[in-house]
């Protein structure tokens, strides 16, 4: 079965530096791999998704994620972040046995002035 | 289009009492799921339903029912609630597989005492 590892709880980081948050995945032949968002008190939203093609997918705000299947990862990142980035992230996986998707336990992102 | 909405947003239940959170989606979605989430541990699956009519469980079904005899709606009972049960629900919708965008409801916080 799949599972997800977001390895950090929590990442502060100050305004305009850059960011990485991790995500690595167990194996599978095939795999689709996303990014959610979650803000304060609000349900999670969509970032980014890979399902194939190019390994660098690019979303909203300004967040990048690549996937490298060698290494079972999908790390999201963006080059300067801002305080409305502060948010709850979350890594999911699936694949094409099974109609669900598996989520990280979370990466909260705190932004500082 | 409203999305996902859920009902209530809020609710505080006394241990074996009963209560049904109600989810409706207005984007003619096949797949419509139920996930709890707990401080740390990200979102747990606890039914979801590939049509009307179909439902199979997750991760977490023990302690709720679901059934789904519309396109729209996707309402989770809880039967002889438990402290376990205090937790925030969320109800998400996609078109089709996972590998299609799941959008999610803004959330019910249920509290057990």
């Known amino acids: 079965a799949q599972s997800v590892t977001q390895l950090d709880s929590q990442v502060p980081v100050f305004e305009e530096a850059p960011v990485e948050l991790r995500c690595n995945y167990s194996s599978s032949v095939s795999v689709y791999l996303f990014w959610y968002v979650q803000y304060p008190n609000q349900g999670l939203q969509l970032l980014l998704k890979y399902l194939s093609g190019s390994t660098l997918v690019k979303g909203i705000n300004g967040f990048e994620a690549e996937f490298n299947k060698s290494q079972t990862s999908f790390h999201l990142r963006k080059p300067s972040v801002h305080i409305s980035d502060t948010a709850e992230y979350f890594c999911?996986?699936?694949?094409?046995?099974?109609?669900?998707?598996?989520f990280g336990t979370g990466t909260r992102l705190q932004v500082f002035p | 289009n409203a999305g996902v909405t859920q009902t209530p947003k809020f609710r505080i239940l006394k241990i074996g009492q009963s209560m049904t959170l109600q989810c409706t989606q207005d984007m003619n979605h096949n797949y419509m799921y139920w996930y709890r989430q707990d401080p740390g541990m990200g979102l747990k699956l606890i039914y979801y339903?590939?049509?009307?009519?179909?439902?199979d469980k997750g991760e977490v079904p023990n302690g709720y029912n679901v059934s789904r005899s519309t396109t729209e709606d996707f309402p989770l009972r809880l039967e002889l609630a438990a402290p376990s049960q205090t937790s925030v629900y969320f109800c998400?919708?996609?078109?089709?597989?996972?590998?299609?965008?799941?959008?999610f409801g803004p959330g019910t916080r249920l509290t057990v005492t």
């Open positions: 999911a996986v699936s694949d094409d046995d099974t109609d669900k998707l598996i």
């Open positions: 998400a919708s996609s078109y089709n597989r996972v590998s299609y965008e799941q959008y």
């Open positions: 339903s590939v049509g009307a009519g179909i439902t």
